[in-house]
């Protein structure tokens, strides 16, 4: 049987939660007298950062000075700027709410900005160079090395680095990455050991997933059902938890960040869990209504759950900001599954 664990389940609604406004209000209670040293030390050290250079797949990009005009062109790449305290001046647009691109976990951070929402398809170098960015983010874009020259002519432009297929760049190093873009990293090397903390946490919590293998999946897509290998940020997630994938899945999808079975194939998604993406009401029902899917001995047992709402958009980010939303409502039902 398929199992869903999320008995409240969220929706993609983004908004500003009382709190932050709580936090908004406090700040507008404190002096300039405290907040001018800070923000002025803060500004010293980032300047004093420049120029950067960051080594990527494409060669280098040299940075010469603090960016303030920051484009997030990689479908997941805004959580990563936002941490800094950097807001985008455009973002790309993804999935879920079409004019809404910061998710809960970012709200705080994001506060009341208002980017400029990039279609999701194809990159138009006219509608970013009227951006006028001194900084283009593309870590989680998978630009072609075309692409990459083209913006590269009209601003700094960073792409995921050398040794990581494209979408495969850990939330630790697309962090650091971003640190260093950003002149902050010293930040960034903070903020990674707070999350690992967060993540050596649960790990020690749930035992239970300690060794489990377990399969990402989802709706089929032209009688072919997909998985995430090792590879994949998402399946990242799992991993750190101490879960594996089994090695036969990796291999089959020949070195990229996902593969497909066919029907006659479906059992290699057999594992101790199998995890089902479901983005929406249609795609979850397509999942449940498979009878092939519904055949599976992990889903005949009980060992099947899927994620979905805003846990599925956390673990499509699989950010420093998100993680943390995940750890904390995903992981106790990953791990009531696999117990």
């Known amino acids: 049987m398929f199992l869903s ?26 002096s300039k007298s405290d907040e001018q040293p800070a923000e002025a030390a803060a500004g010293s050290a980032a300047e004093a950062a420049f120029p950067v ?7 280098t ?10 484009v997030s062109l990689g479908y997941t790449e805004q959580d990563a700027i936002l941490a800094f305290g950097v807001v985008p001046v455009a973002v790309r647009y993804a999935f879920g709410p079409e004019d809404d691109v910061f998710f809960p976990w970012a709200d705080e951070a994001a506060g009341d900005a208002d980017p400029e929402i990039l279609p999701r398809a194809e990159v138009d170098p ?15 874009a998978g630009l072609t090395e075309d692409e990459y020259e083209t913006l590269s002519a009209i601003a700094p432009t960073v792409v ?24 902050q990293p010293d930040r960034a090397e903070e903020l990674i050991a707070d999350v690992e903390e967060q993540i050596a946490a649960a790990r020690a919590e749930h035992p239970e997933l300690e060794g489990k293998t377990v399969t990402l999946s989802g709706p089929a897509y032209g009688g072919e059902y997909p998985f995430h290998t090792s590879d994949d940020t ?5 991993l750190d938890l101490g879960m594996v994938v089994d090695p036969a899945l990796d291999a089959a999808a020949q070195s990229d960040f996902y593969g497909t079975v066919s029907r006659e194939e479906a059992r290699m998604l057999d594992a101790d869990v199998l995890v089902f993406q479901s983005g929406s009401e249609a795609e979850r029902a ?23 709402g805003e846990d599925y958009a956390a673990l499509q980010f699989a950010s420093a900001l998100s993680l943390p939303y995940l750890l904390d409502g995903f992981a106790p039902e990953l791990s009531e599954v696999a117990g």
């Open 126 to 140: 006219e509608q970013i160079a009227a951006l006028d960015p001194d900084l283009i983010m593309a870590v989680t």
């Open 160 to 183: 995921q680095p050398e040794e990581h297929i494209a979408f495969g760049t850990p939330w630790q190093e697309q962090t650091r990455i971003t640190g260093e873009a950003l002149g």
């Open 234 to 238: 998402r399946t990242r997630f799992f």
């Open 53 to 59: 250079t960051i080594e990527h797949a494409y060669g």
């Open 286 to 308: 397509g999942i449940e209504g498979d009878p092939v899917l519904s055949g599976l001995p992990t889903v005949t047992e009980g060992r099947s759950i899927f994620i979905e």
């Open 61 to 70: 990009t040299t940075i010469p000075e603090e960016p303030e005009r920051v």
């Open 5 to 30: 664990r999320s008995l409240a389940r969220r929706t993609f609604t983004s908004s500003v939660a009382l709190p932050v406004l709580a936090v908004a209000v406090l700040a507008g209670c404190s």
